[in-house]
Nanobody, 114 residues
Framework: QVQLVESGGGLVQLGGSLRLSCAAS????????MRWYRRAQGKEREMVAS????????TYGDFVQGRFTISRDNSKNTVYLQMNSLKLEDTAVYYC???????WGQGTQVTVSS
């Protein structure tokens, strides 16, 4: 079955960086696009970034403003989210998602502190 396992979240200071990872299994990872979403407390879930199955095409939420980079390593069945210049409003649970199978990971908490 499809399984997505996120890691890399944690507590980081304002302006710091984190790299999230999402390890996928149960499907042919290299053939499908992937996305990162986030949900902050009391807010709607929003898409952070998406990447095509080859990695050649990426899109980002407007709020990213060049601070985040999504990438993937198809040899490792893993998608990444490099987050730089983190802001307090980036505090959220970050989820990995495969739209082709409508499957979510369990999420990883990112907390940005001042």
């Amino acid at each position: 079955q499809v399984q997505l396992v996120e890691s890399g979240g944690g507590l980081v200071q304002l302006g710091g960086s984190l790299r999230l990872s999402c390890a996928a299994s149960g499907f042919t990872f290299s053939m499908y696009p992937m996305r990162w979403y986030r949900r902050a407390q009391g807010k709607e879930r929003e898409m952070v970034a998406s990447i095509s199955y080859t990695g050649g095409s990426t899109t980002y939420g407007d709020f990213v403003q060049g601070r985040f980079t999504i990438s993937r390593d198809n040899s490792k069945n893993t998608v990444y989210l490099q987050m730089n210049s983190l802001k307090l409003e980036d505090t959220a649970v970050y989820y990995c998602y495969t739209p082709s199978f409508a499957s979510w990971g369990q999420g990883t908490q990112v907390t940005v502190s001042s």
